[in-house]
C-alpha cells in the first residue's frame, strides 16, 4: 500500500522551459564565443553530471556548475573565467520556473487520501525553495543535496530521506522524470518507483530494473494511490 511519495522537482514538479539554454546563451554572448547554445548546453549537462558522479567528495552544486564550465572552456579553447561567466545560469535557477498544470490538483488530490508527500532533489537550497515559493507549494519536507551531502542516485540520498522521515520503503513510492535518479536510484535500495514521461520518449526503452509504472500526467498517479 503507498503511504508516501517522494517527489523529484526539476522536471517533475516545475518545468525548466528553455532556462538552462537561455542561460547558456547569454554566458557564451557576454564572452563572445560563437558555440551553439543548446549544443554547448547538453555537453555541459553531461559533463557536469559525469563530474559529479566520478568526484571523491561533496561539493554543492554551484561550485560543480563553475567547475564543469571551466572545463568545458578548457574543451573549447575558450580563454574566459568560468567563476564569473557562470552567473547567468545560477540566476537562471530561480526566477521564472513555472510549475507543471497537473501538479496542484495531483497534490490536492493526495491531500484527500491522506497521502503523505515530500520532495527529494539534486540541487542547492536556495533554488528549490526559492521555486516552491515562486510557485505557491509548499511541503512539510524537501530534501537537497546541498542539506544531505549527497546526490542521486547514490543509496544514501534516499535512504537519508527515509531515515529522517520515518518512512518505510516498502509504503513509499519515488516519482521523478529521470530514469537513473529516480527509478534506478530508489529501485536500487528496494523502494517502488514510478517514472513521469511526459513527451512519451522513453516508453519505448527497455529499461533495467523497470520502473513499476510510467505515466505521462502527475494525473494518472491518483490512480495507483
Not at 545560477?90 to 520532495?119: Q, T
Not at 540541487?123 to 537537497?144: W, Y
Not at 530521506?161 to 518505510?168: S, Y
Not at 517514472?195 to 523497470?210: I, N
Request: aromatic fraction near 10%; proline fraction near 4%.
Amino acid at each position: 500500500m503507498v503511504r508516501h511519495i517522494i517527489f523529484d522537482c526539476f522536471g517533475t514538479l516545475i518545468s525548466t522551459g528553455s532556462g538552462s539554454v537561455d542561460a547558456t546563451a547569454r554566458i557564451l554572448a557576454d564572452i563572445g564565443a560563437e558555440q551553439d547554445p543548446k549544443a554547448f548546453y547538453k555537453e555541459w549537462k553531461t559533463l557536469k553530471k559525469q563530474m559529479m558522479a566520478e568526484a571523491d567528495r561533496f561539493r554543492d552544486e554551484k561550485t560543480w556548475f563553475v567547475l564543469s564550465l571551466a572545463e568545458m572552456f578548457r574543451r573549447h579553447d575558450i580563454t574566459a573565467d568560468a567563476e564569473t561567466a557562470v552567473q547567468p545560469m545560477l540566476d537562471s535557477l530561480c526566477g521564472g520556473r513555472k510549475v507543471f498544470d497537473d501538479v496542484k490538483e495531483m497534490l490536492a488530490a493526495l491531500d484527500e487520501r491522506g497521502i503523505g508527500y515530500a520532495v527529494g532533489s539534486t540541487t542547492d537550497d536556495a533554488p528549490l525553495f526559492c521555486c516552491l515559493k515562486e510557485n505557491g507549494l509548499s511541503f512539510d519536507r524537501v530534501f537537497t543535496s546541498e542539506g544531505m551531502r549527497t546526490y542521486k542516485p547514490e543509496p544514501a540520498f534516499y535512504e537519508i530521506i527515509l531515515r529522517e522521515t520515518g518512512w518505510h520503503k516498502a509504503d513509499c513510492l519515488f516519482v521523478g522524470d529521470s530514469y537513473t535518479d529516480d527509478v534506478f536510484g530508489p529501485k536500487r535500495i528496494g523502494m517502488k518507483a514510478v517514472l513521469l514521461d511526459r513527451e512519451g520518449k522513453q516508453a519505448e526503452q527497455a529499461f533495467d530494473p523497470a520502473p513499476d509504472h510510467v505515466i505521462r500526467s502527475l494525473t494518472e498517479l491518483i490512480s495507483l494511490v
